[in-house]
């Protein structure tokens, strides 16, 4: 649920920017304003918070526990969910320019983000009430947003490109939980070290992916970013397919 709002408040954000600027000439750094004063507010709120106390551990106990990356299910998923972000920040990040340059639908370029958004709101609405298998639903999901990415990639309409950014966010909507929710199962004694762990791999993804992206749009154009993405999505459902000690993980 709480992935589900995240994703509502990303499909209102660039309406709202747009129109803000559009309709009332504000300027382009309040968004960055409204930004600094919302995290300012939630720092204090998290100040004020009393976190429960936990037992102190043994240094060969604690060593023990977080080993994390020993064991092979764990860095399968650390994997995927680092491959998982670099895809998600390969849409939002680039979808504007697919719509301006190569489309010539600039005047589309916030609806084709929000479309994504949609897609992954009510994506992560309908999973979150159905009972699924884990490792159906990653290579199901995978396997989808490569299909939607490869559309994209060759679509030269704006309206099949819009639908397919809807498409590709809701492929995208139940793996990141599905992802974080199997990794502090497999320490279920360290599980905030586990999710700790899985959150640097969406960092490193975000960090490294828009670099890749850019790379690829220079040296094949903006199609051959789009195949590049897809071909990360296959890698991901691929690697989770073989993964043969993950049967009884995820």
Same mark, same amino acid.
């Given at each position: 649920?709480?992935?589900?709002?995240?994703?509502?408040?990303?499909?209102?954000?660039?309406?709202?920017?747009?129109?803000?600027?559009? +309709?009332?000439?504000?300027?382009? !750094?309040?968004?960055?304003?409204?930004?600094?004063?919302?995290? @300012?507010?939630?720092?204090?709120?998290?100040?004020?918070?009393?976190?429960?106390?936990?037992?102190?551990?043994?240094?060969?106990? =604690?060593?023990?526990?977080?080993?994390?990356?020993? +064991?092979?299910?764990? !860095?399968?998923?650390?994997?995927?969910?680092?491959?998982?972000?670099?895809?998600? /920040?390969?849409?939002?990040?680039?979808?504007?320019?697919?719509? +301006?340059?190569?489309?010539?639908?600039?005047?589309?370029?916030?609806?084709?983000?929000? =479309?994504?958004?949609?897609?992954?709101?009510?994506?992560?609405?309908?999973?979150?009430?159905?009972?699924? /298998?884990?490792?159906? @639903?990653?290579?199901? %999901?995978?396997?989808?947003?490569?299909?939607?990415?490869? =559309?994209?990639?060759?679509?030269?309409?704006? @309206?099949?490109?819009?639908?397919? #950014?809807?498409?590709?966010?809701?492929?995208?909507?139940?793996?990141?939980?599905?992802?974080? $929710?199997?990794?502090?199962?497999?320490?279920?004694?360290?599980?905030?070290?586990?999710?700790?762990?899985?959150?640097?791999? #969406?960092?490193?993804?975000?960090?490294?992916?828009?670099?890749?992206?850019?790379?690829? %749009?220079?040296?094949?154009?903006?199609?051959?970013?789009?195949?590049?993405? =897809? $071909?990360?999505?296959?890698?991901? %459902?691929? !690697?989770?397919?073989?993964?043969?000690?993950?049967? +009884?993980?995820?």
């Amino acid at each position: 649920l709480s992935q589900a709002l995240l994703s509502l408040g990303a499909v209102i954000s660039p309406f709202l920017v747009q129109w803000l600027q559009k +309709s009332r000439h504000v300027s382009w !750094r309040l968004p960055f304003l409204i930004c600094a004063a919302a995290y @300012t507010l939630l720092a204090l709120l998290l100040l004020l918070t009393v976190f429960p106390k936990r037992q102190a551990l043994t240094q060969k106990e =604690a060593k023990a526990r977080t080993n994390f990356f020993a +064991s092979r299910a764990f !860095r399968l998923l650390f994997f995927s969910i680092l491959l998982y972000v670099g895809l998600e /920040n390969g849409i939002s990040y680039f979808a504007e320019s697919l719509f +301006s340059v190569r489309l010539s639908a600039g005047d589309l370029a916030a609806a084709a983000i929000s =479309a994504y958004w949609i897609g992954m709101t009510v994506s992560r609405m309908l999973f979150s009430a159905v009972l699924r /298998n884990p490792k159906k @639903t990653l290579i199901g %999901c995978f396997l989808a947003s490569a299909a939607f990415l490869l =559309a994209l990639a060759v679509s030269k309409y704006p @309206t099949v490109s819009l639908m397919c #950014c809807f498409g590709a966010g809701f492929s995208y909507g139940p793996i990141w939980s599905t992802l974080v $929710a199997q990794a502090p199962g497999l320490f279920p004694e360290a599980s905030a070290g586990a999710a700790g762990v899985m959150s640097a791999g #969406c960092g490193i993804g975000g960090m490294v992916f828009p670099v890749l992206m850019g790379i690829a %749009c220079d040296c094949l154009g903006l199609n051959g970013a789009f195949y590049f993405l =897809a $071909a990360v999505a296959l890698t991901a %459902c691929f !690697r989770l397919e073989f993964e043969k000690r993950l049967k +009884s993980k995820v």
